[in-house]
């Protein structure tokens, strides 16, 4: 049985986080420069088993895509391309950043630390795959 591996993507910087094999707890992997996500995602699958990537699908408030959207598309893509096997899941993404930096202020994380945007990409990612892991619980 395997992780999941979540995926905040940013055009410059990209924040990942994973679960533990049972699937309950999300934390925070690693935040990189996105030409840097696939060849860690390599190297991490040598002695990771992970089966399912949870990408973050950003919208407004009003359910459009977002303008990144174009670029997840492509990134997307590649993945597939590197990792045919996987599955590939999207989930909304929509205030993440913003609960990112609250939890990192509630969490006590000085204000230098919380302008680290890469903590904050890494930090969205944990989110992100945590919503999911709570939608998916609480809905089969």
Known sequence: MGSLVGIDFGV???????????????SGLKNLPTPEVIPFL????ETE???????????????APSEVEVHILK?????????????IERYDERYTTKMAVQSMIDGGLTKKKRADKGMIDQVSATLILQSYLDYKTNTL
């Open 12 to 26: 410059k910087r990209t924040g990942l986080a994973c679960t533990d094999p049972l699937k309950i707890i999300a």
């Open 42 to 45: 390599k190297k991490y699958f």
């Open 49 to 63: 088993q992970v089966d399912v990537f949870v990408v973050g699908k950003p919208l407004q408030k009003d359910g």
């Open 75 to 87: 990134f997307i893509k590649k993945l597939q391309n590197h990792f045919p096997e996987m599955t």
